[in-house]
């Protein structure tokens, strides 16, 4: 039996293309926790969130063949987007993508009076996130994180461009309004970290 604890992310590709059942679970051992954190920041619901996980991963070991290695950290990149990809068609099974109503007159949300989002711990930041209404999140995810353009996110999503701004824009000013109210109620603890 083969050792794949240590091995790089190259070998253990080819392990798995031919069919290695040990490198299949350090595959699995090693980027399932990155994965499951990518699904939730889409899905909310444990349970679907399992089983896009799960989707996943059999999308990943059923196409590995095709993946091209480009360096460090390409294989995460590879499995990150069938992730995104597996998480954002079970929302359009469970959830429809309504059209928000074209606000040609909405600005941007002024990153200047944003507070600073270092100061707060990162595990708040993403439970806000997923506290953002579907739509929403879903766009301020493919935007923020996935760095795709209001064109990408309107194919994706199937609604228009204008939409996606709005959402966009209607996601950090509801993230805005609740780092402030995080800082409101957690005084000390803000006061603390911003001290260190």
């Known amino acids: 039996m083969t050792r794949t604890e240590n091995i790089d992310e190259t070998e253990l590709v080819q392990l798995v293309r031919a069919g290695n059942s040990a490198a299949m679970k350090e595959l ?33 070991f059923s196409a590995v063949a095709k993946f091209e290695y480009r360096g460090k950290g390409s294989l995460r990149a590879w499995m990150t987007r069938i992730t995104v990809n597996e998480s954002l068609k079970s929302l359009k099974r469970r ?8 606000d040609r007159d909405l600005p941007d949300a002024d990153d200047g009076d944003a507070p600073p989002l270092a100061d707060i711990p990162q ?7 997923r ?20 064109r990408e996110i309107a194919g994706m999503l199937g609604i228009a461009e204008s939409s996606s701004a709005s959402q966009l824009h209607r996601a950090k000013n509801m993230l805005i309004k609740r780092i402030r109210e ?6 000390r603890r803000y006061e603390r970290q911003m001290a260190e």
């Open 182 to 187: 995080y800082e409101r109620t957690n005084p």
């Open 131 to 150: 506290t953002l209404p579907t739509g929403y999140r879903t766009v301020f995810n493919l935007y923020v994180f996935e760095e795709r353009s209001h």
């Open 95 to 102: 959830e429809r993508f309504e059209p928000l109503p074209a």
């Open 28 to 60: 699995y051992v090693r980027y399932s926790g990155c994965l499951a954190a990518t699904c939730s920041r889409y899905i909310t619901d444990r349970e679907q969130m399992r089983d896009v996980l799960h989707d996943s991963f059999v999308k990943i």
């Open 123 to 129: 595990s708040v930041i993403h439970r806000m996130i």
